[in-house]
């Protein structure tokens, strides 16, 4: 695609969530930090919420690549799951073998057995799931129960759970306030602001190779920052967009007329007009086709 016009090695601005990218600033290593010390400290519950697109699978994942050896990780990122399907799939994370037809009396019993196995080998259960604040009432109090199992010291499956704001509203429930009050630790990921988002920018091209001078104009920075809203999924977007459309005029400083493009082909960038379409193709396959030639 650009990576040669650019001098990279990788695209920098893909939105999957690859620990590569992980910027040890901007909150996100703060975050990190504060998980790390809540899970080797033993507590049973800890949360982490923050808008669409802030970054909470990139910090889930890099959470489970950074525990040691001395932990067992299980990670579960559907959250549409009924109470007995929630204890199955924790049961295929763990390596838990069962019957095809097994009551949750005897899979709960399976699980717990292997939840002391692990245990008096020394090490310790982190389940992570995502996107909690879709998940059922009665599946959040099953996996309250199934944290009710310790020892006299230490509790033997400790729960991160990751969410939107939506999680918090989730939790004032009556039926799960024993939930709410186990939750010890609870970090809120923001969006960037301007110098965070620079930095953020800068930190994505370096580790995809980028060896030159700034790649976006000051000005541009500013209206990135407001059509984004400082999103770093809307930044990734609207930065892989403008620069298709930089390398299709066969120019190198991204300006805010490039970004411009790229927001009216983003139907959630603020604040242009959110879709520009030339012959039936959005505004940024428009651009690139004249850029190269290709229009008729």
């Known amino acids: 695609m650009y990576l040669k016009h650019y001098g990279l090695n990788v695209l920098p601005f893909t939105i999957t969530p690859d620990t590569d990218f992980f910027l040890n600033r901007a909150g996100y290593q703060d975050a990190l930090n504060v998980l790390l010390v809540a899970l080797r400290t033993g507590e049973g519950f800890i949360k982490v919420t923050g808008e669409v697109g802030v970054g909470k699978t990139l910090l889930c994942r890099k959470l489970l690549k950074s525990l040691k050896n001395d932990f067992k990780c299980a990670y579960i990122f559907n959250p549409y799951l009924q109470p007995d399907t929630l204890l199955f799939a924790i049961a295929d994370e763990l390596g838990v073998n069962y019957e095809p037809i097994t009551n949750r009396h005897a899979l709960q019993k399976k699980i717990t057995k292997a939840l002391l196995n692990i245990h008096a080998n020394g090490k310790r259960v982190v389940l992570c799931l995502d996107e909690v604040q879709a998940m059922p009432v009665q599946t959040l109090e099953t996996?309250?129960?199934?944290?009710?199992?310790?020892?006299?010291?230490?509790?033997?499956?400790?729960?991160?759970?990751?969410?939107?704001?939506?999680?918090?509203?989730?939790?004032?429930?009556?039926?799960?306030?024993?939930?709410?009050?186990?939750?010890?630790?609870?970090?809120?990921?923001?969006?960037?602001?301007?110098?965070?988002?620079?930095?953020?920018?800068?930190?994505?091209?370096?580790?995809?190779?980028?060896?030159?001078?700034?790649?976006?104009?000051?000005?541009?920075?500013?209206?990135?920052?407001?059509?984004?809203?400082?999103?770093?999924?809307?930044?990734?977007?609207?930065?892989?967009?403008?620069?298709?459309?930089?390398?299709?005029?066969?120019?190198?400083?991204?300006?805010?007329?490039?970004?411009?493009?790229?927001?009216?082909?983003?139907?959630?960038?603020?604040?242009?007009?959110?879709?520009?379409?030339?012959?039936?193709?959005?505004?940024?396959?428009?651009?690139?086709?004249?850029?190269?030639?290709?229009?008729?």
């Not at 939930?179 to 010890?184: G, S, V």
């Not at 059509?227 to 066969?250: C, E, F, Q, T, W």
């Not at 520009?276 to 086709?289: E, Q, T, V």
Request: glycine share 6%; hydrophobic share 45%.
């Open 143 to 296: 996996l309250r129960l199934l944290t009710n199992i310790e020892t006299e010291k230490r509790k033997l499956i400790q729960v991160v759970l990751f969410g939107q704001p939506e999680l918090d509203v989730l939790l004032e429930q009556p039926s799960i306030r024993q939930l709410k009050q186990r939750i010890t630790f609870a970090y809120v990921l923001k969006p960037l602001n301007r110098e965070a988002m620079k930095s953020y920018l800068r930190h994505r091209l370096a580790v995809a190779g980028y060896k030159g001078r700034d790649l976006f104009a000051d000005s541009a920075l500013d209206y990135l920052h407001r059509a984004s809203k400082g999103i770093p999924r809307m930044i990734n977007i609207l930065s892989h967009k403008a620069m298709l459309v930089v390398y299709g005029r066969g120019e190198h400083l991204i300006k805010v007329k490039h970004l411009q493009i790229a927001v009216e082909d983003s139907p959630e960038a603020e604040p242009v007009k959110r879709f520009s379409l030339f012959n039936g193709a959005p505004a940024i396959m428009r651009w690139m086709s004249a850029s190269l030639g290709m229009s008729r």
